[in-house]
């Protein structure tokens, strides 16, 4: 073989294979690392296989269920079955006026034990297919429930459901309802005591006699009658099922004050109840099939309760509930309305005294003493409501809730039920000047910023097509932002609402205090669509009034208990908007008082002494409410009337009401009752000459009010009389001539009103004739 040939045949293995002396020291600087480092790399292993051997870790598990078990034979050894003590720990329950004067006690128990054999088989079948299914062949403990029970207190996140019959009544009956490692292994091991000593019969019938149903009633008999009227023994299969189903949230499920979705909640759960009996085979599925929800009756009077103090007594305890379950001191409602039931606080209120007494004489001198319903049936149907607040200090200073809690359960204050209408628009406007929101041609927005005031004219710029119409198809033409609040305009407001961004006004609307998790960002939205209480909108003007930091009404002043500790949280909270974008809503408002819906009610009031008034207006679908919600420096009021058919509790139309109104077919506006009663009281109970002390160079507070020389038209046909501009218009006038009209020159029809149902109104024409002028 030739030199080359061996040459490639050498390159050629190169690429398989290193050469022998380069392989060998390789080899040997491995097996030098091997002899350095080998023993204790396996001497590492050995350790930790040494360490934690399957037996060693079986041993250990062996060793903690041992421990385990040990201490709960010592705990079952040691804790025996006490007394009952549910009747010996309720006391009573005293309520202040904010100076310290009683208001009223409560504490009397409505309780009426019977035996078991008094409350028919399927009534009793009832509670255990609500709440145990497995309660005749358990041991009455469910100690999957109560280890999530457990793990849950230790972690701060409070109990769950899970719980027994048995467990449910040692809880009611032998224990307390404070959430506590110790309490919760104690109801497990009396639980299991009971279980074994006691018969079934025994524990179901201490379990129906001693639960809380709501309505000031412990026990089934007394359930029976605060409910149907009946005695227990009386009651039917549907009846049973209803209070079966209360026991989950006596108060939400409450028909007579339930919100909507509260009376979803215990339909849903009525069903839940009777189908879990027909798959127990305690009831037919022809039976259960023919079966339908029974209405309760309405609730009896408490005494003690009359007038307006059941309304703020049961305020008061409601807001200590939820700061019960927000201190983690209760889990749920039910737990919490317990605890506020046992008795023991002295609850002082934020309710002064004098201003509650000329809000109440307020309303009667400017709409109940002229209501009549033997003559006008409509007349009983009016709900008046209203909430004063402090916006310095978020007290709540006066409450009115309706015609007295013995007579009408639901407190008009705090229901949540119906449509704030127009009051929701500064709310709109708040949120384009927090967030210097931009007209459609890419303008910034501000008060003199002109938009288009034809009713009916479509929105631009939304996905959603809207175009809503104006009160009494009004067409305003070119109106400045101001304007369209003074007249309440629904085509700007929808308009504006769409270039700010329905979202940022939700957005905007929930940091201001409403309650907005379920709603959607729809333009309809702007027309104050959504379910608003008193309360709420006095809590979102009082925002304004504080200048952009956050209000939420306070009903409790502080609170003592024997055996507890209850902080109220501080109801001035953080800075939600601006201050120049609040104060700008404050300067805007006054001009709807002086300029606009409110002035005759408010501006030229006879009682009216000097003070600076900011509010607005809103009347809801179909009239079925009507608002003013207002403000001067130092105190905040919203009013709101509301059209309930007496006796059945639906939305029906105030329209008619007292028989004094002559124009719009007897229509019930914001600019009426409610911003009469609002300016009786509010005169009566604000400093004379008090101003706002304003951060804004815009509104017209600061800048005279104008509206573009064009008369508003009315148009009643489905065409407006204008064709609507498909771009709004929105460059304000450099120089507003100061001599144009300020008042649109309307014809209020003398038959009711026939506006699509989507359409807010707010102008005076509810004045009755013996008002005008005051």
Not at 63 to 72: D, N, Q, T
Not at 161 to 175: E, M, P, R
Not at 298 to 305: I, N, Q, R
Not at 763 to 772: G, R
Request: glycine residues 10%; contains cysteine.
């Amino acid at each position: 073989m030739g030199r080359a040939e061996e040459r490639r045949a050498r390159q050629r293995g190169g690429h398989r294979a290193a050469p022998k002396t380069r392989r060998s020291s390789s080899a040997a600087g491995t097996d030098a690392t091997d002899s350095k480092g080998g023993k204790s790399a396996k001497d590492g292993k050995s350790f930790i296989r040494r360490l934690f051997t399957w037996k060693k870790i079986l041993g250990t598990f062996l060793g903690f269920c041992l421990l385990g078990i040990g201490a709960f034979i010592v705990l079952y050894m040691m804790i025996s079955i006490p007394a009952g003590n549910a009747d010996a720990k309720l006391q009573s329950n005293v309520y202040k006026y904010s100076d310290g004067s009683v208001l009223t006690r409560q504490g009397t128990v409505n309780r009426e034990n019977v035996d078991l054999s008094q409350v028919p088989k399927a009534v009793q079948q009832t509670f255990v297919a609500a709440e145990n299914k497995t309660f005749y062949s358990d041991a009455g403990v469910d100690l999957k429930g109560t280890a999530r029970g457990l793990l849950n207190t230790l972690s701060g996140k409070g109990a769950q459901g899970g719980s027994t019959i048995t467990q449910q009544y040692v809880k009611n009956y032998y224990l307390t309802q404070d959430q506590t490692v110790t309490r919760k292994l104690k109801e497990m091991v009396i639980s299991l005591k009971l279980d074994r000593e006691k018969s079934k019969d025994y524990i179901l019938a201490g379990y129906i006699n001693t639960s809380y149903y709501g309505r000031g009633a412990y026990g089934i008999q007394a359930a029976a009658q605060a409910y149907y009227r009946v005695d227990a023994k009386d009651l039917s299969v549907e009846q049973g099922a209803y209070l079966a189903a209360l026991l989950q949230a006596p108060n939400q499920y409450d028909w007579a004050i339930a919100s909507d979705t509260g009376k979803k909640l215990v339909q849903a759960r009525w069903n839940y109840v009777l189908d879990n009996m027909v798959g127990q085979d305690w009831l037919s599925a022809t039976k259960r099939e023919a079966m339908k929800f029974p209405v309760p009756k309405a609730p009896k009077a408490e005494a003690g309760m009359e007038g307006q103090v059941g309304y703020m007594v049961t305020a008061a305890n409601a807001a200590l509930e939820k700061q019960l379950i927000s201190s983690g001191q209760a889990s749920n409602t039910t737990e919490a309305d317990a605890l506020v039931r046992a008795g023991g606080w002295t609850i002082t209120l934020n309710i002064d005294k004098k201003k509650q007494a000329q809000l109440e004489k307020s309303v009667k001198s400017q709409l109940t003493s002229k209501l009549d319903a033997k003559k006008r049936k409509v007349d009983g149907n009016v709900q008046p409501g209203a909430v004063s607040v402090n916006p310095k200090t978020g007290a709540v200073v006066a409450m009115y809730g309706g015609a007295g809690y013995t007579e009408h359960y639901q407190n008009n204050a705090t229901r949540a039920d119906y449509q704030p209408a127009s009051t929701f628009k500064p709310v709109i406007l708040a949120a384009a000047l927090a967030d210097e929101a931009k007209t459609q041609s890419g303008k910034t927005i501000t008060t003199n910023t002109l938009y288009d005031g034809t009713s009916k004219r479509p929105v631009v710029g939304s996905d959603i097509a809207f175009a809503p119409e104006n009160e009494d198809d009004t067409n305003y033409g070119q109106v400045t932002v101001q304007t369209a609040m003074n007249k309440s305009i629904n085509s700007v407001f929808a308009q504006l609402g769409v270039d700010v961004g329905m979202d940022k006004v939700m957005k905007t609307a929930g940091e201001l205090g409403m309650d907005t998790g379920d709603l959607k960002a729809v333009p309809a939205q702007t027309l104050g669509t959504m379910g608003a209480s008193p309360m709420e909108m006095a809590g979102v003007y009082a925002t304004f009034d504080n200048h952009g930091k956050k209000v939420t009404p306070a009903i409790i002043k502080s609170v003592a208990h024997n055996t507890r500790t209850v902080k109220m949280p501080n109801p001035i909270g953080a800075q939600v908007i601006s201050v120049q974008a609040a104060d700008t809503v404050t300067s805007v408002l006054t001009g709807v008082v002086d300029d606009g819906t409110a002035k005759v009610s408010v501006a030229e009031n006879s009682k009216r002494d000097g003070q600076q008034v900011a509010g607005k207006t809103g009347t809801s679908d179909n009239n079925k409410s009507a608002w003013f919600t207002g403000y001067t420096p130092d105190l905040v009021t919203s009013v709101g009337l509301f059209g309930e058919k007496k006796g059945v509790g639906t939305q029906v139309p105030l329209t008619g009401a007292t028989g004094l109104i002559t124009a719009g077919g007897g229509r019930i506006n914001g600019g009426g009752y409610p911003a009469q009663i609002w300016a009786t009281y509010m005169f009566g109970v604000t400093k004379a000459n008090g101003k706002f002390d304003l951060d804004t160079d815009q509104g017209a507070a600061v800048q005279p009010t104008y509206t573009p020389s064009q008369t508003p038209s009315q148009t009643p046909s489905e065409t407006p009389s204008e064709t609507p501009s498909e771009t709004p218009s929105e460059t304000p006038s450099e120089s507003p001539s100061q001599s144009e009209s300020q008042t649109p020159s309307q014809t209020p029809s003398q038959t009711p009103t026939t506006s699509a149902p989507s359409t807010p109104t707010d102008d005076n024409s509810d004045i009755p004739f013996d008002q005008l002028g005051q």
